[in-house]
T-cell receptor
Framework: DAGVTQSPTHLIKTRGQQVTLRCSPK?????VSWYQQALGQGPQFIFQ???????QRGNFPDRFSGHQFPNYSSELNVNALLLGDSALYLC?????????????FGPGTRLTVT | GENVEQHPSTLSVQEGDSAVIKCTYS??????FPWYKQELGKGPQLIID?????GEKKDQRIAVTLNKTAKHFSLHITETQPEDSAVYFC????????????FGTGTKLQVIP
């Protein structure tokens, strides 16, 4: 049973560029949430996708956007990158339809903005 | 919005001793409280959770307690082992965990052999 997978593992970008991160949820899960984890901090909720729609959003600017595909996988897009966007980006999945409310996290994508 | 505070930020214990991590939350609507363990280079792993209709839950060497009136919840690890060394996060969520989860700032636990 595959867990949550994320790609790429690491990424280095320059200020002003755009980045796309990808996530495949755990088998059987239909809901994906994205979190940003700065060094030494707890994860902060960016947004959640279910049935290909953004269902809830945290306190992040519109530069952060996402998408969910029919196979439940998801992408996180960040435009006009800032140095402060350097962080570990985590994807978590759960299953609303099956009543699985525990979130399972992937290993994350480490983004460095120079 | 919800605010979760966590103490201590670092904790060192001798192998075999107990470790306690404490958290407080601000939103009385929160009804689901998971605890995560994060090892270096990995994503957070759920280790135990508790719902607001339960005061205590235990799973082998790990236990969590919840005081809804005081908005406090705690993680207790007994008979600590070196492999328990990691960063632990408490968290809180309304809607039973189906939506946004708010994390504490983490506790770095070091178990000394």
């Amino acid at each position: 049973d595959a867990g949550v997978t994320q790609s790429p593992t690491h990424l280095i970008k320059t200020r002003g560029q755009q980045v796309t991160l990808r996530c495949s949820p755990k088998s059987g899960h239909d809901t994906v949430s994205w979190y940003q984890q700065a060094l030494g901090q707890g994860p902060q909720f960016i947004f959640q996708y279910y049935e290909e729609e953004e269902r809830q959003r945290g306190n992040f600017p519109d530069r952060f956007s996402g998408h969910q595909f029919p196979n439940y996988s998801s992408e996180l897009n960040v435009n006009a990158l800032l140095l402060g966007d350097s962080a570990l980006y985590l994807c978590a999945s759960l299953s609303r339809r099956s009543g699985v409310y525990e979130q399972y996290f992937g290993p994350g994508t480490r983004l460095t903005v120079t | 919005g919800e605010n979760v505070e966590q103490h201590p930020s670092t904790l060192s214990v001798q192998e075999g001793d107990s470790a306690v991590i404490k958290c407080t939350y601000s939103d009385s609507a929160s009804n689901y409280f998971p605890w995560y363990k994060q090892e270096l280079g990995k994503g957070p792993q759920l280790i135990i959770d508790i719902r607001s209709n339960v005061g205590e839950k235990k799973d082998q060497r790990i236990a969590v307690t919840l005081n809804k009136t005081a908005k406090h919840f705690s993680l207790h690890i007994t008979e600590t082992q070196p492999e328990d060394s990691a960063v632990y996060f408490c968290a809180a969520s309304s809607a039973g965990g189906y939506q946004k989860v708010t994390f504490g700032t983490g506790t770095k636990l070091q178990v000394i052999p």
